[in-house]
T-cell receptor
Framework: LAKTTQPISMDSYEGQEVNITCSHN???????ITWYQQFPSQGPRFIIQ???TKVTNEVASLFIPADRKSSTLSLPRVSLSDTAVYYC?????????????FGQGTELSVKP | DVKVTQSSRYLVKRTGEKVFLECVQD?????MFWYRQDPGLGLRLIYF???????EKGDIPEGYSVSREKKERFSLILESASTNQTSMYLC???????????FGPGTRLTVT
């Protein structure tokens, strides 16, 4: 199973674009890349998922290069409420049980 | 909205006690998971279940067992609690044709 590496923490200011990069050198052909967000005292919440190139939704964008060995979560114009831990996960989409690996996550702090 | 509930938000138990953590989901999901979350280690998968009475070990099953007698309920059991099992325990569920996992609010267990 592919292991992921992310920065432990990042700081930003309100209104800035934040890019969090995740490294997954051993990603398998059938693995997808998924990002979750976790606020204190809550369970993680799904943000976005992709396989290759670029995926965008109302919350974020996900950029995946052709070799798929890394991915970048982009949060446009962050606000204080985006302060959270962001997890990058790599794993098969529909396998039984879904053996996803949560790394340490990136603690994003947004300042006024 | 998918709802995943956990029986307790906070629990304090003594070493050697048998501990039951209950999780219930209301979306008829086939897959259910138990994770523990510790500072600096992110989320780690303990056990998961892809059907009633079916279970598979995750990455750290030692000291734990699970029970899934009904589709909506997945229980985590600590047969003899130890202090190193003090942690935040998170339950999640996922539909068979979905990739997104829905998490409960977590149970913070302290073993003294």
């Amino acid at each position: 199973l592919a292991k992921t590496t992310q920065p432990i923490s990042m700081d930003s200011y309100e209104g800035q674009e934040v890019n969090i990069t995740c490294s997954h050198n051993n990603i398998a052909t059938n693995d997808y890349i998924t990002w979750y967000q976790q606020f204190p005292s809550q369970g993680p919440r799904f943000i976005i998922q992709g396989y290759k190139t670029k995926v965008t939704n109302e919350v974020a964008s996900l950029f995946i290069p052709a070799d798929r060995k890394s991915s970048t979560l982009s949060l446009p114009r962050v606000s204080l409420s985006d302060t959270a831990v962001y997890y990058c996960l790599v794993g098969p989409l529909y396998n039984q049980g879904g053996k996803l690996i949560f790394g340490q996550g990136t603690e994003l702090s947004v300042k006024p | 909205d998918v709802k995943v509930t956990q029986s307790s938000r906070y629990l304090v138990k003594r070493t050697g006690e048998k501990v039951f953590l209950e999780c219930v989901q209301d979306m008829d999901h086939e897959n259910m998971f138990w994770y523990r979350q510790d500072p600096g280690l992110g989320l780690r998968l303990i056990y998961f279940s892809y059907d009633v009475k079916m279970k598979e070990k995750g990455d750290i099953p030692e000291g734990y067992s699970v029970s899934r007698e009904k589709k909506e309920r997945f229980s985590l059991i600590l047969e003899s609690a130890s202090t190193n099992q003090t942690s935040m325990y998170l339950c999640a569920s996922r539909g068979g044709l979905q990739s997104e996992q829905y998490f409960g609010p977590g149970t913070r267990l302290t073993v003294t």
